[in-house]
């Protein structure tokens, strides 16, 4: 008997103002593996048919623009648009950031998110750049950067879009939300919290999970950092940043954050960095207004 | 005349264009542009001191290793500490950075690289049992070749088996590079942007389980560097020979040096490393290194001032886009004067122009091999050969320092941060020479500076008329078909451009070419 046709599953991949570690991260996926994700049927007949990413692909220049401009026509309302890195929207945005050219003048990066992103199956927010702002956005943001929500919000895009933070995030919160829409479709709105992200991976504080936990409530705290004990007095974030690190752990699962012994900075919180900032200063409520209050969006 | 535009730059790091201008197939004029403004060092103006180790990181993605490495080195000198580190701290800091280091070479060499040299497809032909391919050979067959096309087409010279071969070991080097990655996130923490690195030393406690955790890893790396990388650099020269004289460059090279033996030495450039620091041109005679010779020249830069004279920490960006004259938002960073490229090869040739045996022995055996002169290393395969070769020094060295660490001892020291001080770190990044300096008033960041690898190879023209590194090695080269410029990208991508790196701080990109514009 003939094998059944796998479906393709178009993906274009954007990067704006990013540094590129959201990429690197995904290169790091361990099971299934990039090369599964990208060549296999990562899931039974379906087939990650990724169109355009600039770190990988072996195209350059006009050509792959083209390639990435006729995939979102021929597959309008079938594609996933990845979004990697905030969004400038300086007056003159495309000055700030563009991607390739249109009759010899640079397309801006506010441009591509707008005309991808309406006509996409769904649109991933891929990073904490992405899903708020992030890095990019840090006072003064120079660049005027927003993410992909604000942008969406502002020009009345209805697509819908799953936040996936993290400054890298996992290569599992990607990978896991990729196979979750292919085997079960978008997710339910009570599937995420109020920043848009999927609760599987962000449902919880980490220090919910946190293996030094019983140092904290017990008042042991590291007042050094190569020290046992709670973070906490060193700047730990972990009571108000939603992941599921202490559990999932990074790299092949070998450490993390707090495990090598340095605070949690928050990296996946709409605040980061400003509201999470200085990284290795105590937490105090006034340093952190509405940081970890899931009930306020 | 012709113009080339390639827009994106893809399979580098970041943003880039480049644009060519041609005549009966020669390139006469070339020059590249940023397409992405950040300001990672406005960001970081007002901020705790220590917080730099970790938004310099978000500057790259792919190198941010380097960059924490040279920010704490720097707080270690503002903090007035660089001497007091304790070794485990000092060895941890070697084995985290040559974790990336080793990641970070085999992506660029086969992630990055090798689709300008290998032909995908002709795994379609593939006759054998090797299952990485056979999926491949599927994946060809349901006809979606995404991302692999488009691409250039008409000079993919490997023999039917090496090529497949080579396509083997892509599959096979994305396992490797993410080995690297976990080896590093043992005593870093996780990458991208390990946390593990600060002023003072490290934060990960060495213990006699990680350690053989990471040497394990770090053993099969460095069957793969033998057995794999090293060949494959070596069997991509042997058919694409012309490539030793194609990509030439400017012949001087810049090396700050990477991997402390010995940490009591608080000046930078004279302390102790394994990849030495210092100048070097053609004629291989090592030069010593002074950072006070560093200049920033911005008369074809898009911005207001045009002294030639200013030291990064005094230099002043006030952006002018549209300046008469400018054509880049990548500054110029001279040496001397002179015009220097960084990265793998000028810190291999520096350690080899010292006369170390061992970098002396590899690399004399490489170019015996091709009946080479080191002239043919300042070339587009003498960078891809340097930096395998310096992939494999660092792997093999690295079990020594895991063998120093002393489990027990301290990883860190205490400081306090001082009201007023300035700071230098310098460092060779995976793409080269990589300089931060600060200011501190008030225990906050006044002044953050970082002069990276990537602002020294892609500058634009300095003030006496110079062209940059990567200008001068396209500069005067043949292109046989401007529809697919193989040459070009093979060129750039020989530099292993980083340019999020490059524009970190450089401001918005303008569309005016100015008088520079010619067709």
Redesign the interface.
């Known amino acids: 008997m003939e094998k059944a046709k796998?479906a393709?599953c178009?993906v274009i991949w954007i990067?704006?103002?990013?540094?590129?570690?959201?990429?690197?991260?995904a290169?790091?996926s361990?099971s299934p593996?990039?090369?599964n994700v990208?060549?296999?049927e990562v899931i039974p007949g379906k087939?990650v048919?990724?169109?355009?990413?600039?770190?990988?692909?072996?195209?350059?220049?006009?050509?792959?623009?083209?390639?990435m401009k006729e995939t979102s026509v021929r597959e309008k309302g079938k594609y996933i648009l990845v979004v990697e890195g905030a969004i400038?929207t300086?007056e003159?945005a495309?000055?700030?950031?563009?991607?390739?050219?249109e009759n010899?003048?640079?397309v801006s990066?506010i441009d591509r998110v707008e005309t991808l992103g309406k006509d996409a199956l769904a649109v991933v927010a891929l990073g904490t750049c992405a899903a708020f702002g992030g890095?990019?956005a840090?006072?003064?943001?120079?660049?005027g950067?927003i993410g992909v929500g604000e942008l969406f919000k502002k020009k009345g895009i209805t697509t819908p879009l799953v936040n996936i933070p993290g400054?890298?995030p996992h290569p599992d919160w990607f990978i896991g939300t990729l196979a979750k829409v292919l085997l079960l479709g978008l997710p339910a709105p009570e599937e995420v919290d109020d920043y848009g992200r999927p609760k599987d991976f962000y449902g919880q504080l980490i220090h919910e999970n946190c293996p030094r936990r019983a140092y904290f409530d017990e008042g042991k705290f590291a007042k050094?950092?190569?020290d046992p004990g709670c973070l906490n007095e060193l700047g730990c974030k972990g009571p108000v940043t939603h992941a599921d690190c202490p559990l999932r752990l990074?790299?092949?699962g070998?450490?993390?954050?707090i495990?090598?012994?340095?605070p949690c900075?928050g990296c996946v919180e709409p605040g980061f960095?400003d509201q999470l900032?200085?990284?290795?200063?105590k937490l105090t409520e006034d340093i952190l207004p509405n940081i970890g209050s899931r009930e306020e969006v | 005349m012709g113009k080339i535009?390639?827009?994106?730059?893809?399979?580098i790091?970041?943003?880039l264009?480049v644009e060519l201008i041609t005549e009966n197939g020669e390139v006469k004029e070339a020059r590249s542009t940023g397409?992405?403004?950040?300001?990672?060092e406005?960001?970081l103006q007002g901020?705790?001191p220590?917080?730099a180790q970790?938004?310099v990181?978000?500057?790259?993605?792919?190198c941010?290793t380097s960059h924490s490495m040279a920010a704490t080195l720097n707080l270690d000198s503002a903090f007035g500490i660089s001497d007091k580190i304790p070794d485990n701290g000092r060895l941890l800091r070697n084995l985290i950075l040559g974790a990336a280091h080793i990641a970070d070479h085999i992506?660029h060499f086969y992630?990055?690289c090798a689709?300008d040299y290998v032909d995908?497809t002709k795994v379609a032909n593939y006759q054998g049992g090797n299952s990485?391919l056979n999926?491949?050979k599927e994946?060809i067959g349901?006809g979606?070749l995404?991302?692999?096309?488009?691409?250039?087409e008409g000079d993919y010279r490997l023999p039917d088996e090496v090529d497949q071969q080579a396509v083997a070991h892509y599959?096979e080097a994305?396992?490797m590079?993410?080995k690297g990655?976990?080896m590093?996130?043992?005593?870093?923490?996780?990458?991208?942007?390990n946390?593990?690195i600060?002023p003072?030393?490290?934060?990960?406690?060495p213990t006699v389980d990680k350690i053989a955790?990471f040497l394990w890893r770090l053993n099969e790396l460095r069957d793969f560097i033998d057995n794999v990388y090293l060949p494959d650099v070596l069997a991509v020269a042997e058919v694409y020979s012309d490539y030793f004289e194609i990509g030439t460059g400017c012949g001087n090279l810049l090396s700050y040096g990477s991997f402390d033996l010995d940490g009591s030495e608080t000046d930078l450039t004279k302390r102790s490393r394994l990849l030495k620091q210092g100048t070097v041109s053609t004629d291989l005679k090592l030069g010593e290194l002074d950072t006070s010779k560093i200049t920033e020249a911005v008369k074809h830069s898009w911005y207001a001032d045009s002294s030639d004279t200013r030291h990064p920490t005094q230099g002043e960006t006030r952006p002018e886009?549209g300046k008469a004259g400018a054509y880049s938002w990548v500054k110029s960073p001279r040496y001397d004067g002179k015009v220097y490229e960084v990265g793998p090869l000028a810190r291999v040739v520096a350690t080899y122009a010292s006369g170390n045996p061992r970098v002396k022995e590899m690399v004399d055996s490489v170019l015996s091999r091709f009946n080479a002169t080191p002239a043919a290393l300042f070339s587009v395969l003498g960078r891809h050969a340097a930096r395998a070769l310096y992939c494999k020094l660092i792997a093999d060295t690295m079990p020594e320092w895991l063998l120093q660490l002393k489990p027990g001892e301290?990883?860190?020291i205490?400081y306090t941060i001082p009201e007023e001080a300035k700071g230098m770190g310098l460092v060779d990044a995976a793409r080269g020479a990589l300089g931060h300096w600060i200011e501190i008033k008030d225990q906050k960041i006044a002044s953050y500076q970082c002069v990276v690898p990537s602002t020294w190879n892609f500058s634009p023209r300095d003030n006496n008329g110079q062209p940059g590194p990567v200008e001068q090695a396209l500069t005067g080269m043949k292109i046989k078909d401007e529809n697919n410029p193989f040459e070009v990208?093979r060129v750039i991508r020989s530099f292993d451009p980083c340019l999020?790196c490059a524009i970190h701080m450089i401001t918005?990109?303008?569309?005016s070419l100015g008088e520079f514009r010619v067709c």
């Not at chain 1, 495309?94 to 050219?101: T, V």
């Open positions: 796998t393709e178009p990067q704006c103002a990013t540094c590129t570690g959201c990429s690197v991260s290169l790091n361990v593996s990039i090369k990208l060549i296999d087939h048919n990724l169109r355009f990413q600039a770190t990988v692909m072996a195209g350059a220049g006009d050509a792959v623009i083209e390639e400038p300086t003159k495309a000055d700030y950031g563009s991607i390739g050219e010899e003048e640079p990066m890095i990019a840090g006072s003064p943001n120079p660049a950067c400054c890298p050094k950092f190569g990074w790299n092949g070998v450490n993390w954050c495990g090598s012994g340095s900075i960095p900032a200085p990284f290795y200063k | 535009i390639i827009d994106p730059v893809t399979r790091e970041g943003h264009k397409t992405l403004f950040r300001g990672i406005l960001i901020r705790d220590r917080d970790r938004y990181q978000r500057i790259c993605g792919v941010p992506l992630h990055l689709l995908i990485a999926s491949i994946f349901r979606e995404g991302p692999f096309v488009p691409r250039y599959v994305l396992n590079r993410r990655q976990e590093l996130s043992i005593f870093g923490g996780k990458m991208p942007h946390c593990a600060m003072g030393g490290v934060t990960e406690v955790a886009p301290p990883v860190c205490d990208v999020a918005p990109k303008g569309r």
